[in-house]
Nanobody, 115 residues
Framework: QVQLVESGGGLVQPGGSLELTCAASKRIFSFGTMGWYRQAPGKQRELVASLTLGDKANYADSVKGRFTISRDNAINTAYLQMNNLKPEDTAVYYC?????????WGKGTLVTVSS
């Protein structure tokens, strides 16, 4: 099974930016759909953004215009650029890859937005 490792989380002030990175152990982003999810304390995990094989991007309404999902198939890496961060964006962010019925998850990276 593929391994996904997220990085780039941390503490940032409101209005700031972070870029999350998801590194895959295999060449998988050329296939299937990859996505970023997040889970805030006491809340269910939710989809933040997804990117299909045809590079069609979808975003949660709460992050549209602020977050950008992308990937570099050549280096098996996906990204989530997050701008104008808000306190409500505080959560653990998870990288996901889905191909058919196979779901792969990273262990997550914590993003804290606070002054």
């Amino acid at each position: 099974q593929v391994q996904l490792v997220e990085s780039g989380g941390g503490l940032v002030q409101p209005g700031g930016s972070l870029e999350l990175t998801c590194a895959a152990s295999k060449r998988i982003f050329s296939f299937g759909t990859m996505g970023w999810y997040r889970q805030a304390p006491g809340k269910q995990r939710e989809l933040v953004a997804s990117l299909t094989l045809g590079d069609k991007a979808n975003y949660a309404d709460s992050v549209k215009g602020r977050f950008t999902i992308s990937r570099d198939n050549a280096i098996n890496t996906a990204y989530l650029q997050m701008n104008n961060l808000k306190p409500e964006d505080t959560a653990v962010y998870y990288c996901n890859h889905r191909l058919g019925v196979v779901d792969s998850w990273g262990k997550g990276t914590l993003v804290t937005v606070s002054s």
